[in-house]
């Protein structure tokens, strides 16, 4: 469902720790003890992160939930239902038992019973990771689930939103060395700058390179889309929903978060830096069209054409320099550039 005119106004004007969701009447996050470890501070270099799921220093995203053979230096084990049973009838097994995302929900099916939704509150994630990434597996730790949401975008498009978190005591190996130790939960997610969020979605069949910040489909696998990261920010709070534009828009829309206009997953941003976004889809539109252009941006690829970046220390100069890109006009026509979306800057 599409937002209509008065929404699509009152969401125009956007951040990368997007105000979106303080329109939404969403429900509050639950009431939870993190301790300190909630308040992180930004990660990395410049640039905004494609995603801020975090054991430790280990950053992780995705999940093989079909077979359970290892990726990317992680490995899921099983899953289960009932926290305080381990046994074969509660968990299930990867290439065992049936788990799967569909519309953002997550699923799983047992000798016939049929788990989703609600169903993965409080459920246990019996993963291992190779911690110093030599190759071999070297560290256990247990994600755990501990809150479960039906929301909607402020478009109406609904979404489920998970609240994942570890327990330092529970982390085995070479990690447990290298984590904060801490007598409460610790949130896998970064907190969102903006909103406060600590939750994530689920997608699945989805793949992202980290390097280049390209999309493909992997039917294998669960992408864990911090709301704090630019996979998640997009879809929680600007309302491109990954099942409901499809993988080709939402990789677009990701490099957009970030400034990657020469689309080679180089970030030209960080979180805070606020524009205004216009597409052709009817998701949202400009609140103020006399404002000058940032950049015009093609489903596929990046910016067709940039004018100004959004980020202060940023100029149209650097950008050329590392990818020719080519100048658009400052009021310029959505369109001209064969474009299906258009940013303006906010100063």
């Known amino acids: 469902m599409k937002a209509n005119t008065t929404m699509k106004t009152l969401t125009t004007i956007l951040t990368l720790a997007a105000t979106l969701t303080l329109t939404l009447g969403c429900d509050a996050e639950p009431e939870l003890d993190f301790g300190a470890e909630a308040e992180s501070s930004f990660r990395g270099p410049f640039g905004m992160k494609l995603n801020t799921s975090f054991l430790g220093d280990f950053e992780w995203s995705e999940l093989d939930i079909r077979t359970g053979n290892v990726h990317k230096g992680t490995k899921l084990h099983m899953v289960c239902i009932d926290p305080q049973v381990y046994g074969d009838e509660l968990c299930?097994?990867?290439?065992?038992?049936?788990?799967?995302v569909d519309k953002g929900e997550i699923h799983g099916k047992k000798y016939g019973t049929v788990y989703?939704?609600?169903?993965?509150?409080d459920s246990e994630w019996h993963i291992e990771i190779d911690y110093d990434h030599d190759n071999s597996l070297d560290t256990s730790f247990i994600g755990h689930i501990d809150d479960v949401k039906s929301t909607h975008t402020a478009q109406g498009t609904p979404y489920w939103a998970y609240l994942w978190t570890y327990r330092s005591w529970e982390v085995g190996g070479l990690g447990a060395a290298k984590?904060?130790?801490?007598?409460?939960?610790?949130?896998?997610?970064?907190k969102d700058l903006d909103t406060g969020s600590l939750h994530a979605l689920a997608n699945g069949r989805l793949h992202v390179d980290t390097g280049s910040g390209d999309f493909t489909n992997d039917?294998?696998?669960?992408?864990?889309?911090?709301?704090s990261g630019a996979v998640g920010k997009v879809q929680s709070?600007?309302?491109?929903?990954?099942?409901?534009?499809?993988?080709?828009?939402?990789?677009?829309?990701?490099?957009?978060?970030?400034?990657?206009?020469?689309a080679d997953g180089t970030s030209y941003?960080?979180?805070?830096?606020?524009?205004?976004?216009?597409?052709?889809?009817?998701?949202?539109?400009?609140?103020?069209?006399?404002l000058s252009?940032?950049?015009?941006?093609?489903v596929g690829g990046g910016a067709a054409c940039l004018y100004e970046p959004r980020h202060p220390a940023v100029t149209y100069e650097i950008v050329r320099a590392h990818c020719g890109i080519k100048q658009c006009e400052e009021f310029g026509v959505s369109g001209d550039w064969g474009d299906e979306v258009h940013t303006k800057l906010v100063k």
């Open 237 to 262: 709070d600007w309302g491109y929903v990954n099942y409901e534009v499809g993988r080709a828009r939402h990789e677009l829309m990701t490099r957009v978060a970030r400034a990657d206009y020469c």
């Open 92 to 100: 299930l097994f990867p290439g065992i038992d049936e788990i799967w």
């Open 269 to 290: 941003t960080e979180p805070g830096t606020a524009l205004q976004i216009e597409d052709d889809w009817g998701y949202n539109v400009f609140g103020d069209g006399d």
């Open 293 to 298: 252009t940032e950049a015009q941006w093609v």
């Open 219 to 227: 039917p294998n696998l669960m992408f864990v889309a911090c709301f």
């Open 116 to 121: 989703r939704g609600h169903d993965f509150k």
């Open 179 to 190: 984590v904060e130790q801490s007598k409460s939960p610790v949130p896998i997610c970064e």
